[in-house]
């Protein structure tokens, strides 16, 4: 099996944690860097984060690099209300010791990005700046955000394209191959507890992502009443190499950045009523049982 080459541009996040430690437990992944993003909490929160994950997993030799600080056009937006002042809250991961390194995100991506994967889990500004700023494409783009009839931040929206919808707008529009997995699905594969207490007995990294989950949990079950937590970026993720955990659909996807009400509506033409082409392969069905059963097995395998 020739592992394949990822890029991971996330927001760490409690589920952008998790998508990276799956991206580490799987021997189908051959992680080339972790780029980071302002999004579920600032730049600094985030890239710290990032580096604490690596680090606990003993994984310095991944390098990290960071990004965009601030969406393209709108005001800064941190998720601290999902994932805490820190970003991780819940757990006691050790404060990074290591650094980014000195490059910026997208001479990081644009240097590395040619025959990549790259897993795109937080608002879309850097990859929206590689694509101004580069020639250099990536082989495909999985990304977590959007949906066809749910919001998170808003009723029409979710997060990660509602922080930064120009940036989305201009990735959508960029002619490329792009498979959009957004909270229609990602919101029907709960890890519930007794899936965490799997991984609270199942050694120390299992047992930190319980605790992430333990916080995490209380928005999932407060909002919306849900017995457990979705780790959505986590689905982004595992789809890249498990394409068979999801089912897609290739639709026309236009992102609303004009009306206040709608803003970041991933605007998907089901029913294929515009005529317009379709530029994205849209996530519509999961196998949520596959999913989450690979999730704990192999971070309870860490
Ligand atoms: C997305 O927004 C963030 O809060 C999560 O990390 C995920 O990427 C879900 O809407
Ligand atoms: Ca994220």
């Known amino acids: 099996m020739t592992p394949i080459p990822i890029l991971l541009d996330c927001d760490p996040g409690h589920d952008d944690a998790i998508a990276l430690l799956l991206a580490l437990a799987s021997p189908e992944v051959e992680l080339r860097g972790v780029t980071t993003v302002a999004g579920n909490q600032t730049l600094e929160k985030t890239t710290a984060n990032a580096l604490r994950v690596l680090e606990l997993m ?17 005001e800064p937006f941190v998720a601290a209300y999902v994932h805490g002042e820190t970003g991780l809250d819940g757990s ?3 404060p990074a010791r290591g650094a980014p390194v000195a490059q910026h995100a997208v001479d990081f991506l644009a240097e590395r990005v040619a025959g990549i994967t790259l897993v795109a889990t937080g608002p879309l500004t850097n990859v929206a ?10 082989e495909r783009i999985v990304l977590m955000g959007g949906a066809i009839a749910e919001g998170n931040v808003t009723p029409a929206a979710e997060f990660n394209v509602w922080a930064d919808p120009e940036a989305a707008k201009r990735v959508f529009a960029g002619g490329l191959d792009l498979t959009m997995v957004g909270l229609d699905v990602t919101h029907k594969a709960l890890v519930r507890a007794e899936h965490k ?8 990294v299992g047992r930190t992502v319980a605790e992430l989950l333990d916080f995490y ?23 890249a190499f498990r394409p068979d955990l999801l089912e897609t659909r290739e639709l026309n996807v236009e992102v609303d950045t ?31 049982s596959a999913f989450v059963e690979l999730l704990v097995e192999r971070i309870g395998s860490l």
């Open 217 to 239: 949990d209380r928005f999932h079950r407060e909002v919306y009443g849900f017995d457990g937590s979705p780790i959505h970026d986590a689905v982004a993720l595992a789809y």
């Open 258 to 288: 004009t009306s206040d009400l709608c803003r970041g509506r991933t605007v998907v033409d089901v029913w294929r009523r515009t005529g317009r082409e379709a530029n994205a392969r849209v996530a519509v069905g999961i196998n949520s």
């Open 197 to 204: 207490e799997r991984l609270r007995a199942a050694g120390r």
């Open 129 to 138: 700046l590689l694509l101004a700023r580069h020639e250099e494409r990536p």
């Open 92 to 94: 006691d991961l050790r």
């Open 58 to 74: 003993g994984r310095e030799d991944v390098e990290v690099a960071a990004g965009a600080d601030r969406p393209l056009v709108r």
